[in-house]
T-cell receptor, first 110, second 117 residues
Framework: DGGITQSPKYLFRKEGQNVTLSCEQN?????MYWYRQDPGQGLRLIYY???????QKGDIAEGYSVSREKKESFPLTVTSAQKNPTAFYLC?????????FGQGTRLTVV | AQKITQTQPGMFVQEKEAVTLDCTYD???????LFWYKQPSSGEMIFLIY??????QNATEGRYSLNFQKARKSANLVISASQLGDSAMYFC??????????????FGQGTRLTINP
């Protein structure tokens, strides 16, 4: 079945650590995105990528990094520079009239 | 730049009634599309329906339909015969162009729908 897979579903991070959230899709979509969602809030765009080896900063890119080495994969690293990383992270991919999301990763700093 | 506006932060509806969730948009593109998503308390974003700007008919998917009024730049979601399971956040979105023309998805602020028994 085609879809987007995010892992892990829950992630705990100690302060000062970098963590990487995985996002894989087998929908053959060109564009991929990372969003952050805080409780009761909307989606804020972190990074987006139209093609392999190219990506752009979204509205809240500081403290995050991404890579797009393969069409299917768009991992997000939350670095120690991100001062308030506790949030729900959603990955999405799209092409023309299709845009689907993964199930999300809930990151908590302990 | 594209912009989506959802003006209803919250709505309360009686079960079995129809409900309309508002979405207005702004774009200079001649060809564009609009998506609606449902986000239950579990957090996942569930794709509901898509409307293309050149589609001649309003999109429908089961109990979901779009009241697409191009001249007014509105794409309201209509849920017929609401059910308790429809209680969720609902987001309207459209593709936009970001840095170097790369596509990005632009979202509205969302509407929290609560269905009362």
């Amino acid at each position: 079945d085609g879809g987007i897979t995010q892992s892990p579903k829950y992630l705990f991070r100690k302060e000062g650590q970098n963590v990487t959230l995985s996002c894989e899709q087998n929908l053959n979509h060109d564009a991929m995105y990372w969003y952050r969602q805080d409780p009761g809030q909307g989606l804020r765009l972190i990074y987006y990528s139209q093609i392999v080896n190219d990506f752009q900063k979204g509205d809240i890119a500081e403290g995050y990094s991404v890579s797009r080495e393969k069409k299917e994969s768009f991992p997000l690293t939350v670095t120690s520079a991100q001062k308030n990383p506790t949030a729900f992270y959603l990955c999405a991919s799209s092409i023309r009239s299709e845009a689907f999301f993964g199930q999300g990763t809930r990151l908590t700093v302990v | 730049a594209q912009k989506i506006t959802q003006t209803q932060p919250g709505m309360f509806v009686q079960e079995k009634e129809a409900v309309t969730l508002d979405c207005t948009y702004d774009t200079s593109d001649q060809s564009y599309g609009l998506f609606w998503y449902k986000q239950p308390s579990s957090g996942e974003m569930i794709f509901l329906i898509y409307q293309g700007s050149y589609d001649e008919q309003n999109a429908t998917e089961g109990r979901y339909s779009l009241n697409f009024q191009k001249a007014r730049k509105s794409a309201n979601l209509v849920i017929s015969a609401s059910q308790l399971g429809d209680s969720a956040m609902y987001f309207c979105a459209m593709p936009g162009r970001g840095i170097q023309g790369a596509q990005k998805l632009v979202f509205g602020q969302g509407t929290r729908l609560t269905i009362n028994p």
